[in-house]
C-alpha cells in the first residue's frame, strides 16, 4: 500500500495443471511481517472462468483505498481494508488485462490488454497486438476505445508477422 502498512498477496488455484478461475487474496499487515509475524487483515476468494481468469499485478490507489486487480480476462476493484469487490469489468473482444494502474487522482485507470487485431502487411491477417485501455472509476465502466500500441512499433521492426507485438505491463510516473 502507499503507506507500506499493507501487503497484498494473490494465488492463483489450480488443478491438474489449468486454472480453476479462483483467486484468493490475503492483506498482510507489513510492519507485522517486518517483526517476524504474520497479521492477516482480510481475506478474500474472487472467481471468474476456469481457465480464464489469471491475476497478474495489481496497484493500490494513491490514498490506499482501493485496489485495482488485473486478472486476465477481466479486472476488478477491490476495497483495501475488506477485500471486497467494489467493481467488475470483463474485458471485451476476448481481451486479457496484465495491469490496472490507477491515475494518482483515482478518477480513472491505465489497462494494458492483449488481443488480437488485424495486422495489415503481416503473414498472417491477425496477430496479438498491446493495447491500452481507460475505466472510469466514478461511472464504473470502460470508456473510449482500446489504443494499440505495440503494433506500429513493430510493424517498422518487421516483427508483426510473427504474431508476437505484446505489452505485458505498464508502471507510470504522474507529473502533476
Request: contains cysteine; glycine residues 8%; proline residues 5%.
Amino acid at each position: 500500500s502507499p503507506d507500506m502498512k499493507k501487503f497484498l498477496i494473490t494465488i492463483n488455484e489450480a488443478e491438474a495443471g489449468k486454472g480453476t478461475g479462483h483467486v484468493d487474496l490475503i492483506l498482510v499487515d507489513l510492519p507485522s511481517m517486518e517483526e517476524g509475524k504474520w497479521k492477516v487483515l482480510a481475506k478474500n476468494s474472487i472467481t471468474g472462468e476456469p481457465d480464464m481468469v489469471l491475476a497478474f499485478r495489481e496497484y493500490f490507489s494513491a490514498d490506499g483505498k482501493y485496489i485495482f486487480q488485473a486478472g486476465a480476462d477481466r479486472m476488478w476493484v477491490l476495497n483495501a481494508s475488506n477485500l471486497k469487490i467494489v467493481d467488475e469489468k470483463r474485458i471485451p473482444d476476448g481481451g486479457q488485462v496484465h495491469d490496472v494502474l490507477p491515475t494518482p487522482d483515482g478518477k480513472y485507470a491505465l489497462m494494458t490488454v492483449r488481443m488480437l487485431a488485424i495486422a495489415p502487411g503481416a503473414e498472417t491477417k491477425e496477430a496479438t497486438d498491446g493495447f491500452i485501455m481507460a475505466y472510469d472509476f466514478d461511472a464504473k465502466k470502460i470508456i473510449g476505445k482500446p489504443v494499440s500500441i505495440c503494433m506500429n512499433c513493430h510493424r517498422s521492426l518487421d516483427v508483426a508477422h510473427k504474431k508476437s507485438a505484446i505489452l505485458c505491463g505498464i508502471d507510470g510516473n504522474w507529473k502533476m
